[in-house]
């Protein structure tokens, strides 16, 4: 867990670099959350979308560390992921590679994690059906607020940061 203060610290970066490259967005606080459940608890309006967000990993490849964001209402089939993502061995990475390479804790995960990959080595990979969307919900490096984004600003923040980026097509949870 990171302190109070070093989420704050976190989540002023984040803002800062959002103003800096002209990104408007909206912050609403809340109590931490930490899982898809909490953020429901939030009680968002039915025109933002809550992204769900998976740190992942090659088991062979020990250098390929994958940030997944998806809708919060899709599952992620690590099989059929690691298919569109060219790979056999995919795992969800540990808390101390999180904390090494997006310098975030668990349940804090969010592609605006990339701020703190200096060394650009974590590929951001999107769910096809983000595309387009104007009120994406992720947590600004603290996971007691959440920014409203469009999918095309929190995509140029990620490629601006220097991080690749690749698109997959998830399933809905249902099936």
Known sequence: MRSVAEKRESREAVCRKLDEMGISYEMIEHEAA????????????????????????????????WLVVLLKDKRADLDSLAEQLGTKHLSFASADRLKKYLGLARGEVTPLGVLNDAAHEVIVVFDKDLIGRERLGVHPNDNSATL????????????????????????????
Do not use: P, W
Not at 41 to 65: I, M, S, W, Y
Not at 151 to 173: A, T
């Open 34 to 65: 930490y899982t898809v459940e909490d953020m429901d608890r939030v009680g968002f309006d039915e025109k933002t979308t809550v992204c769900k967000n998976l740190f992942v990993r090659d088991q062979k490849k020990k250098a390929t560390q």
């Open 148 to 175: 409203l984004l469009s999918f095309e600003d929190i995509r140029r923040f990620v490629e601006r940061n220097g991080n690749s980026v690749q698109y997959v097509h998830l399933h809905d949870e249902q099936r």
